[in-house]
T-cell receptor, first 113, second 116 residues
Framework: NAGVTQTPKFRILKIGQSMTLQCAQD?????MYWYRQDPGMGLKLIYY???????DKGEVPNGYNVSRSTTEDFPLRLELAAPSQTSVYFC????????????FGPGTRLTVT | AQKITQTQPGMFVQEKEAVTLDCTYD???????LFWYKQPSSGEMIFLIY??????QNATEGRYSLNFQKARKSANLVISASQLGDSAMYFC?????????????FGKGTKLSVKP
């Protein structure tokens, strides 16, 4: 199993550009999550999904959109990139939201200039 | 509102010694879970250990143990016999199972450096 994969690993965007961060998991997990990690900080939840077709906002959703058309994929869309979105983005998945741990992807380092 | 507090921005420990990383939490949920993750310099997040709020025994996973003191709302991570490979950021996290919707909340982390 590849686990949770993310592409790209690095990206530099200009202010106002848009892009999609890709995330896929092959563990048949229903729950998937997007986090951002700012320098010197813990992770903050952007969006999450409890299954295909169902998504909901986390703590910091502004400036982002998500979709979940399949169990495996959970892309994160950035519209009109801003310097405040410079961060490391992690995708994660879990079997459920209870006692099971979340499995994290390797992260995408995004810089907006 | 839920909150995780890690008061130690950085810690040093001598190789082969034990170290305790502090974590306190605040929640109004009666049922919740506490997690510790390790983030090495390569950046990935690695799950270490889990403790449920109703678990009577402290969780252990190899050299990792979680010192859970419910009345004090603390969930400290103890690493025994530190190794050079333990040098990393360590994050405490919590998930509530009540009105908090079950999302994972992270602390700011503690940077552990193991000295040879």
């Amino acid at each position: 199993n590849a686990g949770v994969t993310q592409t790209p690993k690095f990206r530099i965007l200009k202010i106002g550009q848009s892009m999609t961060l890709q995330c896929a998991q092959d563990m048949n997990h229903n729950y998937m999550y997007w986090y951002r990690q700012d320098p010197g900080m813990g992770l903050k939840l952007i969006y999450y999904s409890v299954g295909a077709g169902i998504t909901d906002k986390g703590e910091v959703p502004n400036g982002y959109n998500v979709s979940r058309s399949t169990t495996e994929d959970f892309p994160l869309r950035l519209e009109l990139a801003a310097p405040s979105q410079t961060s490391v983005y992690f995708c994660a998945s879990s079997f459920d939201r209870g006692t099971y741990e979340q499995y994290f992807g390797p992260g995408t380092r995004l810089t907006v200039t | 509102a839920q909150k995780i507090t890690q008061t130690q921005p950085g810690m040093f420990v001598q190789e082969k010694e034990a170290v305790t990383l502090d974590c306190t939490y605040d929640t109004s949920d009666q049922s919740y879970g506490l997690f510790w993750y390790k983030q090495p310099s390569s950046g990935e997040m690695i799950f270490l250990i889990y403790q449920g709020s109703y678990d009577e025994q402290n969780a252990t996973e190899g050299r990792y143990s979680l010192n859970f003191q419910k009345a004090r709302k603390s969930a400290n991570l103890v690493i025994s016999a530190s190794q050079l490979g333990d040098s990393a950021m360590y994050f405490c996290a919590m998930r509530g199972y009540g009105g908090s919707q079950g999302n994972l909340i992270f602390g700011k982390g503690t940077k552990l450096s193991v000295k040879p």
